[in-house]
Structure formats: structure tokens, C-alpha cells
């Protein structure tokens, strides 16, 4: 089974400032998919980046990249010239290539906060 | 990217009486849709996962006579939680899937329901 893992239950971050947010998981499959979400006060689920774990380069997604580390098993989201909008809990998931009924297995979150 | 609609928004009842959830993907078609269930300042925790046509599969521990879901067709799921109880108020959110391995999730904006 899979796991992920979110050690940190909250941070804070001035705005502007940079601020990263980690991510560890346990799988014995060599190909598979991670993805970060975003969870706004609004409580609508979504999508920040995603990483195909068979690719070495790491995502980027305008101020959002991730470094991936495949054989530490870590995923942390970097957060660049951090804004308001972007205060929200985070959520590290992982899923497996196995087909349509794969399911998301989920960290437990971090919650975000940019202070103005 | 890929909208995903729930109805109600919030909803209120009364212990004892059934209410039903819809998820809809309006722009595409959804081969796999799930449930979760998220209590505040927590992960979402998958409840089943149902293909369009099948009963749904449920995870463990989940009443399935309690959280009745139908996959009637490609764009519609449906949650009826009978016989509501106060300790089944909660936010549950859907999500759709077009099957593709590593495919992403599309997440409905959630339905708070709380039960008197």
C-alpha cells in the first residue's frame, strides 16, 4: 500500500517571500504520478502541478515547481513570490498508472498561511 | 480544464431522513467518479469509487447501505446517505475522472450537509 506523508501540520510565509512545503511517500511501484493540490478557504480542490515520476525533470507551473526526488521518495512544492491567494491548506497525493479505478492516496495537508 | 458540478451546495436535514448528493462533469465523460468525505482541517478520505454502470466499489469501513451511490451514466453519480444521523454531517466531494491511466481527478466544489 502507499503511503504519503506531510510532516508539517501548518507554516507561514510573508508575502512575496519563497516557501517550501514537503512531501514524502512510500510505494514499491517504479512508475506512477504525483500531484499537488491546492484546498482555498472556498474548500474547491485544486489542481497546482503534477510529476510523472518516470520524468527526471522536475514541473513547474509559473511561481509553483516541485523537486522530486525519486529515490528519496520526496516531493516538495516550492511556492515563489508567495501572494495572499495563495493562503489555502495544500495537499500531496500519489497515484498509481493502474488504470481508470486508481484512487489518489492523500498526505494529511499543511496549511498555508501568507501574511501581507 | 474539466468542470465538475455538485448539487446541492449545502443542505440541511433532519435526523432520520435520506438526501441525496449529485456529481456532474459537464464537459467531458466521466468513465470513473469517487467520493470522499473531509471533516474540518482534514484529508479528504476516499468513501467508493464507481463506474458508470457498476455498483460502486466501497473502501473499508464505509456503510455501503448507508451511502448508496449510482453511476447512472457517463456525466452523473449520485450519493444518498439514508437515514441521516448527526455524526454523518460532514463535506463530501466528488470527483471525476475519463479513465486514463495517471488521468486527473476533477473535483466537484463540495456539499456541506448537516444533520439536526
Known amino acids: 500500500a502507499q503511503t504519503v506523508t506531510q510532516s508539517q501540520p501548518e507554516m507561514s510565509v510573508q508575502e512575496a517571500e519563497t516557501v517550501t512545503l514537503s512531501c514524502t511517500y512510500d510505494?514499491?511501484?517504479?512508475?506512477?504520478?504525483l500531484f499537488w493540490y491546492k484546498q482555498p478557504p472556498s474548500r474547491q480542490m485544486i489542481l497546482v502541478i503534477r510529476?510523472?515520476?518516470?520524468?527526471?525533470q522536475n514541473a513547474t507551473e509559473n511561481r509553483f515547481s516541485v523537486n522530486f526526488q525519486k529515490a528519496a521518495k520526496s516531493f516538495s512544492l516550492k511556492i515563489s513570490d508567495s501572494q495572499l491567494g495563495d493562503t489555502a491548506m495544500y495537499f500531496c497525493a500519489f497515484i498509481p498508472p493502474t488504470g481508470a479505478n486508481s484512487k489518489l492516496t492523500f498526505g494529511k495537508g499543511i496549511t498555508l498561511s501568507v501574511r501581507p | 480544464g474539466a468542470v465538475v458540478s455538485q448539487h446541492p451546495s449545502w443542505v440541511i436535514c433532519k435526523s432520520g431522513t435520506s438526501v441525496k448528493i449529485e456529481c456532474r462533469s459537464l464537459d467531458f465523460q466521466a468513465t470513473t467518479m469517487f467520493w470522499y468525505r473531509q471533516f474540518p482541517k482534514q484529508s479528504l478520505m476516499l468513501m467508493a469509487t464507481s463506474n458508470e454502470g457498476s455498483k460502486a466499489t466501497y473502501e473499508q469501513g464505509v456503510e455501503k447501505d448507508k451511502f448508496l451511490i449510482n453511476h447512472a451514466s457517463l456525466t452523473l453519480s449520485t450519493l444518498t446517505v439514508t437515514s441521516a444521523h448527526p455524526e454523518d454531517s460532514s463535506f463530501y466531494i466528488c470527483?471525476?475522472?475519463?479513465?486514463?491511466?495517471?488521468?486527473?481527478?476533477?473535483f466537484g466544489p463540495g456539499t456541506r450537509l448537516t444533520v439536526l
Open positions: 470527483s471525476a475522472s475519463a479513465g486514463l491511466a495517471g488521468d486527473e481527478q476533477f
Open positions: 510529476q510523472e515520476a518516470y520524468k527526471q
Open positions: 510505494t514499491s511501484e517504479n512508475n506512477y504520478y
